[in-house]
């Protein structure tokens, strides 16, 4: 597996891991790894420490998981007064992609733009999926232009596997009395990209709202 390739080079040290086992029943289920990676002096792996779960509808258990969370950080946020930028991004066309490769390739698409999301920025970030095909990503104290250089890192190391669009907000700028107003204002601005041709990075405009 190539995530795993990467924690022992040290390239990554947070990790997400998706895969499937046989139960008893000889019954494939998911399994859901998440944690971190520890090294000695030396730079090699001594231990994981994360957790496991197992997961009958791991999408349905993603998405509700990573949206409560979502807004959670938001509240934190609003009540905090902090600076910074919301970030929605998306795979375009991902049912093009399973018709045309197999569900599994697309879930294998998922997962890379989830672990792209990680490690694109100067610091690791756990993004929070909030759809089938669509992961948020909170970047306290960025300027817009860090916002930009950040999605178009995750754009670069998506190319060959898919295209990807986002949409952002300003989480200061629009400050609004509840979170999921301001994930609504993120959904704007990713259909206007989209609109616009896909492959691109959209800021919200309350005209186009």
């Known amino acids: 597996m190539r995530h795993v390739e990467k924690l022992f080079k040290r390239e990554k040290e947070n990790y997400y891991f998706n895969y ?3 139960v008893d029943d000889e019954q494939l289920s998911w399994i859901s790894s998440k944690g971190k990676c520890y090294f000695n002096e030396k730079g090699e792996a001594v231990f994981f420490l994360g957790h496991l779960s197992t997961q009958k509808n791991q999408r349905a258990h993603e998405e509700q998981e990573g949206q409560g969370a979502l807004l959670k950080e938001l509240e934190q946020v609003h009540l905090q007064g902090r600076d910074g930028y919301l970030l929605l991004v998306d795979v375009d066309d991902l049912s093009r992609v ?3 490769y197999g569900r599994e390739f697309g879930d294998g698409v998922l997962e890379g733009l989830r672990d792209a999301m990680c490690d694109a920025g100067p610091h690791p970030l756990f993004p929070f999926r909030v759809n089938g095909s669509s992961f948020c990503a909170l970047l306290p104290g960025a300027e817009k ?6 999605f178009h890192t995750v754009r670069k190391k998506m190319e060959g596997q898919c295209t990807i669009s986002g949409g952002c907000v300003s989480w200061q700028e629009y400050r609004v009395p509840r979170s999921e107003l301001l994930l609504q204002y993120a959904e704007s601005s990713l259909e206007a990209a989209k609109m616009a041709g896909k ?7 309350p005209e186009d709202y």
């Open 145 to 150: 232009a860090e916002v930009e250089a950040y």
């Open 98 to 100: 399973n018709l045309r």
């Open 199 to 205: 492959n691109q990075l959209g800021f919200f405009r």
């Open 20 to 22: 499937r086992i046989y």
